[in-house]
C-alpha cells in the first residue's frame, strides 16, 4: 500500500518563524481577555503554529480571538479565513463569538466542520471529478444499499462477507485519502474473496454515474483534484486565498483532513492547529493522534505553544483528571494548573455505588434537583453516558419527575428507529386495527412482501373502509396474491395472533423479547455486526429491561405515548443528556457519570477489540467526561443491572480506582459488593483470569422485594426431541423457566416458549 502521505511535494525547506513577543494588550483591547501564553498563540499570526494543552485551557478560546484578531487588526478578510470545527454546533458558535468581536464579518469566513468546508469546495469543483454541481450526498443507509447491490451483481458471497464490513474497510480507505487507483489488489487481505479494491472501484463509478457521493468522498474529491497536476490552478487559487487556517480538536483529525489542510496550507504556511492528545477519543473512525508528530514534522519550525492554566474547573476536579490520566501511557504529557483566580479549591468528586440501574437514575435525579434549587441552571448540567442505551433509565426518572431534559446529538430514547419498530410490533399484537404501526413492520425485517402486495392489502381496506390486518386476513384466503406472497402474509399474520394469545399468561417482558425474537427483527439487527447495529441492540435490551417496570404491555404503551409528548421549554431549562463521545469540547456546571462499571465503562467490545490501546482511549474518554464540569462531578456506579429477564451484577470501574483518594468523597452502601469484589485486587484478579465483567448470578430476594419465582418445571429437559408450530422439529438444549433454548433442524437456535412446543 502506497504511504498515504505520499504527495510529492518536496517545498523548499520553510524558514523558522518566531514566537510574537508579547506585547501590552491596551494595543488592541480584545487580548483583555487572555493570559500571556494564550495571547502569544494568537498574536502568532505568521507561520505554523500548533497549541498542545490540556482540557480546559482555552485552546477553542485561542481559535476564536486569534479569527477574530486577524480580522481586525487588518491582516486579512473575512474569506482569506478558513477554520475548522468538530461539530456544527461548535461552527455556530464560533462564529456567533467571531461576530460579537467583530460584526457581520463573520459571516463571509469559511467557517464549519470538515463535512460542510468539504462540501461547500466539492460543489465548485464537481465536474473535475464527473459530478454535476448539484450532486446528492447519501446517507449511510444509502451506500449500504448500494453496495449490497454491487457485490450482489457480482456474486460476492453476502453471508461470508458481508457488506458492512466492506463498507467499513472502504470507508477507512477514504479516511486515509486513498482514492480506488491508489489502493491495491490484496490491500484489504482476502476480504470479498480479495475484490475489495476492485468493488471500490465499482462503488465509487455507480456513485457517479448517480451524481452522488458519501461524506467520505467530500474531502477524498477534493483531495484528488487538489493533487491533479492538470488541475493545479484550483489548488493554487485555494492556498493563495486562504492566508490563515486554524483547526480545533486537532488530536482527533484523521489522514485524509490531515493531507487537505496541508495542500491549503502549503503556501502560506499560517496554519494553527489546537488539541490535546489526552482527548483523542475517535481513533475508531479513522482519527490518528499521530498527526499531531506529524505537524512538527511536515512544517518545521512550527511554534509550538502550551496553555496549562485550567479556566474551567475547580482544582479538586482537575487534579482528579490528571490523576485519571497518569495511568495512560504514550502520552505527550503536560501540565495542568488552577487558573481561576476566584477558584474556591472545590468539592471533591462524589462517587456513589447504588443498588441498580433504578436507583442511580433516583439518585442521579434527586441530585440535579437539588443542584436546581442551589440555583444552577438546568443546562447547566449534563447526564454523559458511555452508550446510547443507557439514556432510557434516565429519561424515565427525569420525566416521571418532570425535569425538562433533551438528549444531545441524538434521539431520545423512544424515538430510535429500533425502538419505534418494537413498539410498532407491540401495537399491533395490542391493537390489531393499528394500521400505522402494521405498516411500519410489516416488511421489517424484509419478508419480501412486494409493492404489488401491499398495494393490494391497500386497495381493499379502502374499499371495504377496514383496517389493514382485516384486509390482509381476507386477502390469504384468496388467490389475489401470489402464492409466497400469500404464504408470507399467513405467516406473519397468524404470529400475530400467536403473540396475542400469548398476552394474558406471559410475563409481558417475556413476551416482548419472544415477539422482536420470532418476528426475526432481533436477527435482523444481529446480522448487520456493524457498531451501530450493536448499539440498537442494546436499545432492544433496554427496551425488554423497561418494560419490568410496568404491570402490562398496555400499560406500557400508554406510558410511551405521554412520554413521548413534547413540552416546550428552552434549552436553558433543559438537562442535557448524551454521550461522552458528543461532550467533547462542551462545559457545564455540574456534570453526572453514571454506570462506571467494569464492562459499560470501559466498555467490553472495546477493550475486546482493541486491548490495551482501547483501554486508553476509554481513559481518554472518561478524562473528557470529568474535564467537562466546571464546578461538580457525580461519579455514580450499580451493582446489579437487568439485562433482558437477567439481573448480573457488575464490578465498579477500575476508574473509579484510579481517581485519586484525596480528590473523591466515597458514597457507597455497606455491602453492595459482599465485601469481597469491592476491592482493587479482586478486581485485578478477575480480570486477569480473563474473567470479563458480568458474573451471572440470582438477584438477593430481601434486597428487591418479591422476585418472580421460577413457573414450575413444564415438563421439558434439555436433550428432549420436540416439534414447535414454527420452527419445526429441534431437541432442547437449555430450559429456563418456560423459555426453551431449541436447537432447531432447520432453523437453528432459538428461544421459545413451551406452550407452542410438544415433545416428538
Ligand atoms: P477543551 O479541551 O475541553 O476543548 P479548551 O482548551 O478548548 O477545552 P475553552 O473551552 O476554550 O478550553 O475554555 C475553557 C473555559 O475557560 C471557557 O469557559 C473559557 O471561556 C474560559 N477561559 C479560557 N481562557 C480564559 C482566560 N484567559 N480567562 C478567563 N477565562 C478563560
Ligand atoms: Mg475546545
Known amino acids: 500500500m502506497p504511504d498515504p502521505f505520499d504527495l510529492d511535494d518536496d517545498a523548499p525547506e520553510p524558514p523558522r518563524h518566531p514566537v510574537a513577543a508579547p506585547r501590552p494588550a491596551a494595543a488592541a483591547p480584545w487580548l483583555n481577555e487572555l493570559n500571556a501564553e494564550q495571547r502569544q498563540a494568537v498574536e502568532t499570526t505568521e507561520g505554523p503554529v500548533l497549541v498542545l494543552s490540556g482540557a480546559g485551557t482555552g485552546k477553542t478560546r485561542v481559535l476564536t480571538m486569534r479569527l477574530a484578531h486577524i480580522l481586525l487588526s487588518g491582516r486579512a478578510r473575512p474569506w482569506n479565513l478558513l477554520a475548522v470545527t468538530f461539530t456544527n454546533k461548535a461552527a455556530r458558535e464560533m462564529r456567533e463569538r467571531v ?14 466542520t470538515f463535512h460542510a468546508l468539504g462540501v461547500r469546495m466539492l460543489r465548485r469543483h464537481a465536474p473535475l471529478v464527473g459530478l454535476e454541481s448539484n450532486f446528492t450526498i447519501l446517507d449511510t443507509d444509502d451506500q449500504l444499499r448500494l453496495l449490497k447491490q454491487i457485490m450482489e451483481a457480482e456474486r460476492v458471497d453476502a453471508k461470508k462477507w458481508p457488506a458492512q464490513a466492506l463498507m467499513g474497510t472502504i470507508q477507512r480507505w477514504k479516511d486515509r485519502g486513498l482514492s480506488p487507483l491508489r489502493v491495491g489488489g490484496g490491500d484489504a487481505g482476502d476480504m470479498a474473496g480479495g475484490r475489495a479494491a476492485e468493488l471500490y472501484h465499482l462503488y465509487q463509478d455507480r456513485l457517479r454515474t448517480l451524481n452522488a457521493c458519501d461524506f467520505g468522498d467530500l474531502l477524498l474529491h477534493c483531495l484528488t483534484i487538489f493533487q491533479d ?17 486554524l483547526v480545533d480538536e486537532y488530536q ?71 490523576g485519571l490520566i497518569r495511568h495512560n501511557e504514550g502520552r505527550l504529557g503536560k501540565t495542568l494548573r488552577p487558573g481561576r483566580q476566584d477558584a474556591e479549591a472545590g468539592s471533591p468528586i462524589v462517587v456513589r455505588g447504588l443498588w441498580d440501574g433504578e436507583e442511580e437514575a433516583r439518585w442521579v435525579v434527586e441530585e440535579i434537583e437539588a443542584q436546581q434549587r442551589a440555583g444552577i441552571h438546568l443546562g447547566q448540567m449534563a447526564i454523559l453516558v458511555r452508550a446510547g442505551f443507557q439514556t432510557r433509565e434516565f429519561e ?14 441524538g434521539l431520545r430514547f423512544y424515538e430510535r428507529q429500533e425502538i419505534r419498530d418494537a413498539l410498532a410490533y407491540f401495537r399491533v399484537v395490542m391493537q390489531p386495527a393499528d394500521d400505522l404501526a402494521f405498516e411500519r413492520i410489516v416488511n421489517v425485517p424484509k419478508r419480501r412482501l412486494g409493492d404489488a402486495t401491499l398495494q393490494a392489502i391497500h386497495v381493499l381496506a379502502r374499499r371495504q373502509g377496514v383496517g389493514l390486518v382485516a384486509a390482509a386476513r381476507q386477502l390469504i384466503q384468496t388467490d389475489e396474491l401470489k402464492p409466497r406472497a400469500r404464504a408470507v402474509l399467513a405467516g406473519l399474520l397468524s404470529d400475530f395472533d400467536r403473540w396475542r394469545g400469548l398476552v394474558e399468561g406471559v410475563p409481558h417482558p417475556e413476551l416482548a423479547a419472544t415477539i422482536l425474537d420470532e418476528s426475526g427483527y432481533t436477527g435482523m439487527w444481529q446480522q448487520e455486526k456493524t457498531p451501530d447495529a450493536q448499539g440498537r441492540l442494546e436499545n432492544l435490551k433496554e427496551l425488554v429491561a423497561a418494560l419490568e417496570e410496568f404491570d402490562s404491555l398496555a400499560g406500557f404503551l400508554e406510558h410511551v405515548s405521554l412520554v413521548m409528548e413534547n413540552d416546550e421549554k428552552s434549552d436553558a431549562e433543559r438537562v442535557s443528556i448524551m454521550t461522552l463521545h458528543a461532550a467533547k469540547g462542551l462545559e457545564f456546571d455540574v456534570v453526572f457519570l453514571p454506570g462506571w462499571e467494569e464492562g459499560v465503562f470501559p466498555h467490553q467490545r472495546a477493550m475486546a477489540e482493541s486491548g490495551a490501546k482501547g483501554l486508553e482511549e476509554e481513559r481518554r474518554l472518561a478524562y473528557v467526561g470529568v474535564t467537562r464540569a466546571r464546578r461538580r462531578v457525580f461519579v455514580s456506579y450499580a451493582a446489579n443491572r437487568r439485562i433482558y429477564n437477567q439481573w448480573q451484577s457488575s464490578l465498579p470501574s477500575r476508574f473509579v480506582e484510579e481517581l485519586p483518594a484525596e480528590t473523591v468523597e466515597r458514597l457507597a452502601e455497606q455491602g453492595l459488593f459482599g465485601g469481597v469484589a469491592d476491592s482493587a485486587a479482586a478486581w485485578a484478579a478477575n480480570w486477569s483470569s480473563g474473567y470479563l465483567t458480568q458474573r451471572r448470578r440470582e438477584h438477593p430476594p430481601e434486597a428487591i422485594g418479591p422476585v418472580e419465582s421460577g413457573t414450575p418445571e413444564g415438563g421439558f429437559s434439555p436433550g428432549d426431541r420436540v416439534f414447535h408450530q414454527k420452527f419445526g422439529y429441534g431437541r432442547v438444549l437449555a430450559v429456563d423457566g418456560n423459555k426453551l433454548e431449541i436447537g432447531f433442524d432447520k432453523a437453528g437456535a432459538k428461544k421459545v416458549i413451551d406452550s407452542f412446543v410438544a415433545l416428538a
Open 229 to 245: 497536476p492538470s488541475q493545479a490552478d484550483v489548488l493554487a487559487g485555494y492556498q493563495e486565498q486562504l492566508r490563515y487556517i
Open 99 to 112: 461576530a460579537t468581536l467583530v460584526g457581520p464579518a463573520a459571516e463571509q469566513c469559511w467557517l464549519g
Open 252 to 322: 482527533d483529525t484523521n489522514v485524509a483532513q490531515y493531507l487537505w489542510l496541508r495542500l491549503l496550507a502549503q503556501k502560506h504556511k499560517n496554519i494553527c492547529c489546537v488539541g490535546d492528545d489526552d482527548q483523542s477519543i475517535y481513533s475508531w473512525r479513522g482519527a490518528e493522534v499521530g498527526n499531531i508528530l506529524r505537524f512538527e514534522r511536515d512544517f518545521p519550525g512550527a511554534a509550538v505553544i502550551r496553555l496549562e492554566a485550567n479556566y474551567r474547573s475547580t482544582p479538586a476536579i482537575l487534579a482528579a483528571a490528571a
Open 396 to 409: 424515565e426518572r427525569l420525566i416521571t419527575t418532570g425535569v425538562p431534559y433533551k438528549v444531545v446529538g
